[in-house]
């Protein structure tokens, strides 16, 4: 069981920030997200784009933005639970909180900080009429384990990076591999797009477009596919296969959170903004864009803000009557719990004669 | 000035709205702003292209601007396309789209 003082759910730009502002109360955080990289929309959509309404920064890359939060945090040493979901919460009978995620690791706090965006990212389904039936029975939308697929024939679906790449990678474990895209363009990093011209002229990936995948058929397990050529229904064939990938990127998804018993208000959490950010569940906040109140702007600088707040909130709630006033870091300084500590340096007094 | 536009949303239900040209909006924006789909199932990724949940089918012979590479690439990506998709979130509105009519495309699951 980890046990911490703030549980933050969500390690975008707001949750990591909220990491900063929980250690200048000497709060201990750990943080849950689904990717397997601190960051959230941030790292996962855009790292390479400039966001220009941060305060201070005239223009700071998304990616850089989340490298510069990860180093201001660093001393405060936050614990993170990456690529799992948060799916569970039990309040205890002390009014503290065990979160439980998809791949059973408990997490135990008093206080639980939702930063969770627009949700957590998980792969997008085609619309394939039955294709729910065969998920984890022949359909992957995700490559967890290459071994699974040694010596199977395999159908990817999708044009990004990642059809390319474990095309590429499958290309050498599978029996054979068949990459289906919709154009004859693809979008990948040009050296994917050049190794799989390569590998289908060396006859190791069947390239089909433009085509989809249309059905999936089998018995239980999957065993074939229908590919649609050119859009036209009379082109369709089945294509015999063991395993197939549709790999469409990812979208947020609220998830399991939809159901902790929480206000939800257009697709995200009410919160009291008068306040600290409190849902109805006391113990409970949730801050950045995941949650919503009148006159909500889902930005950035205000999750930072929202996090601050709610920090102080879960100090009185951690330490109720303890004394506490608001320092500021150029007059405090910044001790890390790592031992290293930051300050303003002295200035010199000295006369002159 | 403003632009009327014809959106129909995800239920058939047909709206038209008073578009502003002079607040550098997008369709995308125009949609969410008369809230004719829920909040968290259009515009996910904010307008860049990165997700297809503003995809909609333009229906009227109404001139627009051509797409550009992003927008082909996700479009490639995305579910229900048909030869009228666009992403509204790459539509600025200006007044050549007077008389613009435009159904929202399903929302994916």
């Not at chain 1, 197939?244 to 159901?259: E, M, N, Q, R, Y």
């Not at chain 1, 949650?291 to 930005?299: F, H, I, R, S, V």
Request: hydrophobic share 35%.
């Amino acid at each position: 069981m980890i046990k911490t003082d703030i549980l933050i759910i969500g390690a975008g730009p707001t949750g990591l920030f909220a990491v900063f502002e929980a250690g200048l109360l000497k709060l201990k955080c750990h943080i849950i997200d689904a990717l397997p990289q601190p960051g959230g929309q941030l790292s996962e959509l855009y790292p390479k784009k400039p966001i220009y309404d941060i305060p201070g920064f005239p223009e700071v890359k998304a990616g850089q933005l989340v490298d510069n939060l990860m180093e201001q945090i660093r001393s405060f040493q936050p614990g993170f639970t990456l690529g799992e979901k948060a799916q569970h919460i039990e309040k205890q009978e002390d009014g503290s909180f065990i979160v439980t995620t998809d791949q059973g690791t408990k997490h135990h706090a008093p206080i639980v900080a939702i930063a969770g965006g627009l949700g957590s990212f998980v792969p997008r389904k085609p619309p394939i009429p039955n294709i729910g039936n065969f998920e984890d029975k022949g359909v992957n939308y995700m490559v967890k384990d290459p071994e699974q697929f040694r010596d199977k024939s395999v159908v990817i679906a999708g044009g990004g990076d990642s059809a390319l790449d474990w095309s590429i990678f499958l290309a050498d474990v599978a029996s054979d591999v068949t990459l289906v895209h919709r154009r004859n363009e693809f979008r990948g990093a040009l050296e994917s797009v050049d190794r799989v011209k390569e590998l289908k002229d060396m006859g190791k990936i069947k390239l089909i477009t433009p085509a989809e995948i249309v059905d999936v058929h089998g018995d239980g397990q999957l065993e074939s596919v229908s590919v649609r050529k050119n859009n036209n229904p009379e082109e369709d064939y089945t294509l015999e296969t063991d395993y197939f990938i549709p790999l469409f990127g990812l979208s947020p998804k609220l998830g399991p959170i939809a159901d902790w018993g929480l206000e939800i208000e257009k697709n995200a959490i009410k919160v009291d903004n008068t306040l600290d950010y409190q849902t109805n569940i006391p113990g409970i906040y949730a801050i950045g864009d995941v949650n919503t109140y009148p006159g909500k702007l889902k930005l950035i600088l205000c999750g930072f803000h929202e996090a601050t707040l709610m920090c102080q909130s879960a100090f009185a709630k951690i330490h109720p009557g303890k004394r506490n006033v608001l320092k500021y870091t150029t007059v405090g300084g910044v001790a890390g719990f790592d031992g290293t500590k930051k300050e303003a340096p002295k200035s010199v007094i000295r006369s002159i004669d | 000035m403003d632009v009327k536009i014809t959106i129909i949303d995800r239920e058939g239900t047909a709206h038209e709205v008073d578009a502003p040209t002079d607040m550098a909006m997008n369709l995308m924006e125009v949609i969410r702003s008369y809230e004719l789909a829920p909040e968290g199932t259009i515009g996910i990724c904010g307008g860049m292209a990165m997700c297809a949940s503003c995809q909609c089918y333009v229906q009227s012979d109404t001139e627009l601007q051509e797409k550009e590479d992003e927008e082909e690439a996700m479009l490639a990506e995305a579910f229900y396309v048909q030869d009228n998709s666009r992403l509204s979130c790459q539509i600025p509105i200006t007044e050549d789209l007077e008389g613009l009519v435009v159904e929202l495309a399903p929302s994916e699951e």
